[in-house]
């Protein structure tokens, strides 16, 4: 009974810290388990040999912010909540939908929006995906706004 | 963190298993489910003039569809029906708001929805106005 397995896609957002938070509280009352997902996406021209050749330093370096992120993401969960974090490279929005399964998650607790999205639009290109064409159930969390 | 979690219900498959949902969640959270029927009315309105009896019936479908939510929620946890009327996507905005919802739990896509569409323009739109986070059943 209840979410066994939950999956927080991560993207340095303060909205998806948000959505990290809330998915800590839920794992504690339904005792479950928590990944937590970095997504490097580098467009396909950088990851292109040649390229990636001369620039090496730009995926380590992306992995080593996606690394960060996840530690900070990991330090929050008390003891008491088995967590791991994950960091693939990949487009956002496939690779949150394939490591869904990979996991065996039955719940995605995702920001509405994340870093990549334009301003204007409420619910970013990445949650919408998701939202439409995940298996599982999915929370999407609000960017908090500055009140409390 | 969940107290008060908001179902919106419609008689659809999709609420059927929100219905599902918020009972696992309320039980783990100890939290208060409100189930929300909105008889939307804008639609229905459509056929000129409402007739008491035409009211009277989309009342009593939605008091079935609350009673049956009622049913499935076990002892111990709390939880309470309510019937609106209105434009549903409004309604639940406005309910969630007024009830202090930390929690709104809905279907993908409810019973008016065409098909091939992934997501219902009800839950799309509560997605993206709600304040609380939205859980979204598939």
Known sequence: MGHKRILVPMDGSENSMQ????????????EAELEFLYVVNLKGELLRPTVLDRHTSILEDAIDLGKRLLDTALDLVPI???????CVSGDADETILKEVQ?????????????IGAIHAAILGSVSGYILEHAKCPVVMIKAEQKEK | MIKNILVPVDGSEGSDRAIEQAIMLGQACEAKINFLYVANINQLAINACLSDAILEAVTKAGNVILDRAMEKVPEGIACEAFSETGSPAVIILDFAADNDSNLIVMGSRG??????????SVSQYIVEQAKCPVLVVK
């Open chain 1, 19 to 30: 959505a990290a938070e809330w998915a800590i509280n839920l794992a504690q009352a339904c």
């Open chain 1, 80 to 86: 008491s909540i088995k967590a791991r974090g994950h």
């Open chain 1, 102 to 114: 990979a996991l065996s998650c039955d719940m995605i607790v995702m920001g509405s929006r994340g």
């Open chain 2, 111 to 120: 019973l008016g929805v065409v098909k091939g569409v992934l997501l219902g």
